[in-house]
């Protein structure tokens, strides 16, 4: 199989893993021009009202556009406190957030100048974490047409129709009160199923 050509995410939802991990090696998007409200620096997780947004903000270009690898992130509002504590929030209950909170709590509270190197190495620690293996490269320039490309349909909202992922659910924290939440932050997984989060994303997969 190709190498999946995907964007780079803030704690991307479980079918960019799923991608990934079916492949085995993967091309990560860093000379496009940045595309607002996308994955490339929100996630969504499960919180006691329902889905909750979390969006890193980032630096306005000076002339409007800017290549995603040069995108900054701003330091605007505490969003690094506010994020902790929402995902301590949402998932200090569930099985796993114990376990796994030392291994995400740094990433919010060093501060990272661009977002690209933040979204790599949270996306690193997060495959040692499930043992998905890879091979990674960086675009070193946009190309409108690659193999296996996914970069624009991993999107909040996404209408494009894949029949080769069907999220596989697994139990929530507020599952009682919203039922199952699908393709959330690979946190919501994580926090959720530990060690059983990589028997998931192979259940998700139908191709």
């Known amino acids: 199989m190709p190498a999946v050509c995907l964007s780079t995410a803030y704690l991307a ?21 940045y595309v607002k409200q996308t994955y ?12 909750q947004s ?15 690898k040069d995108i900054r992130i701003s330091e605007h509002g505490h969003w690094r ?8 929030t949402a998932y200090g209950s569930s099985p796993f957030f114990e376990y796994f909170k030392d291994d995400f709590a740094p990433f ?15 996306r690193e620690m997060i495959c040692t974490l499930l043992d998905i293996r890879l091979r990674v490269r960086y675009s070193a320039r946009y190309e409108t047409s690659v193999p296996n490309d996914f970069r624009e349909s991993i999107r909040p909202g996404q209408t494009v129709r894949d029949d080769t ?21 690979i946190a919501d997984l994580l926090f959720n199923m530990g060690p059983e989060s990589v028997q998931v994303i192979k259940d998700s997969m139908r191709g």
């Open 165 to 185: 992922f069907r999220p596989y659910p697994y139990p929530q924290v507020f599952a009682g009160r919203h039922g199952f939440l699908p393709d959330l932050s």
């Open 108 to 122: 919010y509270h060093r501060k990272y100048t661009f977002l690209f190197d933040f979204n790599e190495a949270l």
């Open 81 to 88: 406190q506010k994020h902790w504590r929402a995902l301590a």
């Open 13 to 33: 939802p479980v079918q960019y893993y799923c991608r990934m991990y079916a492949s085995g090696q993967v091309v990560i998007e860093a000379c496009e021009n």
């Open 54 to 68: 979390l969006t890193a903000p980032v630096e306005k270009p000076p002339n409007g556009k800017c290549l995603t």
């Open 40 to 51: 490339r620096n929100r996630c969504l997780i499960a919180a006691g009202n329902g889905v």
